[in-house]
């Protein structure tokens, strides 16, 4: 009896209650921890993926990824829930463009698609997914990024496997901006902020001036080699732009080689709080829901 009117209830609780499962794709994990109204639930979800599951963003076990999101989504009590996921790193490319008009127009996908700019990306816009958000500025200035459209098909049907409704698929590079935009949005003009992903295979730096994103580069696994990465990339920067007169370390994530870091800049890294969420990718996740 208690079990049939739990089944006839659930409709109603999620009208009344509705839950969002924030989930992070990874080609080796997945984090996820529920959404509820403007605040999150403890992670829930926070699980190892076998070897080659996943490869560069790209699903290669369908069928069992589907299953194991499905069987997540029954053990933790969620069936009345839906599910707001964000892309692994590696699927998608980013770019900041510059809108070739004097305002952005009602529909700035399709307008984008006609004007196909050159912006040599591995995926033709015109069989791609396109995500577009807003920068902050007086200029009409917008972050773009950009998947295969086969990839997100394959991750559509994971979800459509593991019997989840699928509310959004975001860029994992747009959420991780979003959960920092705070941070970044009224500094300095003459600040060069560089934020560090540590990967288990090494990492990803982004350049950002405010809250613009200038330059983004994979880092090498070895510590040494990863500072003097860091050191080049950064050098190679300045010398471009001399305006830029200080600098800025955020780390996502603690890093072994922080010390040496910290020495090579001459600046003291800060280690960003995600808390009360699991990760920077999932504070942006739910950040990014809100606005739209």
Not at 103 to 126: F, K, N
Not at 241 to 267: E, N, W
């Amino acid at each position: 009896m208690k079990d049939d009117l739990d089944d006839r209830l659930r409709p109603i609780r999620a009208q009344v209650l509705p839950r969002r499962l924030l989930l992070e794709l990874q080609d080796d994990a997945l984090m996820g921890q529920v959404l509820r109204g403007n605040g999150p639930e403890p992670v829930s979800i926070d699980l190892p993926l076998p070897p080659l599951t996943c490869l560069d963003g790209q699903p290669l076990e369908k069928e069992p990824l589907g299953d194991l999101i499905g069987d997540l989504m029954v053990r933790d009590g969620l069936l009345d829930a839906v599910v707001l996921a964000s892309l692994p790193e590696g699927a998608a490319e980013w770019r900041v463009i510059d809108w070739p008009l004097e305002a952005i127009p009602d529909d700035p996908i399709q307008a984008l698609r006609t004007i196909d700019p050159p912006l040599s990306l591995a995926v033709p816009l015109s069989e791609a997914t396109i995500d577009l958000q807003p920068l902050p500025g007086a200029n009409p200035r917008m972050l773009l990024a950009v998947a295969s459209r086969k990839l997100v098909d394959d991750w559509i049907e994971v979800f459509n496997l593991a019997g989840v409704p699928l509310e959004r698929l975001a860029p994992a590079q747009s959420c991780r901006l979003a959960a920092v935009n705070a941070l970044l949005e009224h500094t300095a003009e003459d600040v060069l902020t560089l934020l560090i992903h540590p990967l288990p295979g090494g990492g990803r730096l982004l350049l950002l001036r405010r809250a613009e994103p200038v330059f983004d580069w994979p880092l090498p696994e070895d510590d040494d080699q990863l500072v003097r990465e860091v050191t080049r990339c950064v050098a190679f920067y300045r010398r471009r732009h001399p305006s830029v007169h200080r600098l800025r370390l955020l780390l996502s994530a603690p890093l072994a080689s922080q010390d040496q870091l910290q020495d090579a800049l001459g600046v003291r890294a800060e280690l960003l709080t995600t808390q009360p969420f699991g990760s920077l990718v999932l504070q942006g996740l739910a950040m990014v829901e809100r606005v739209r």
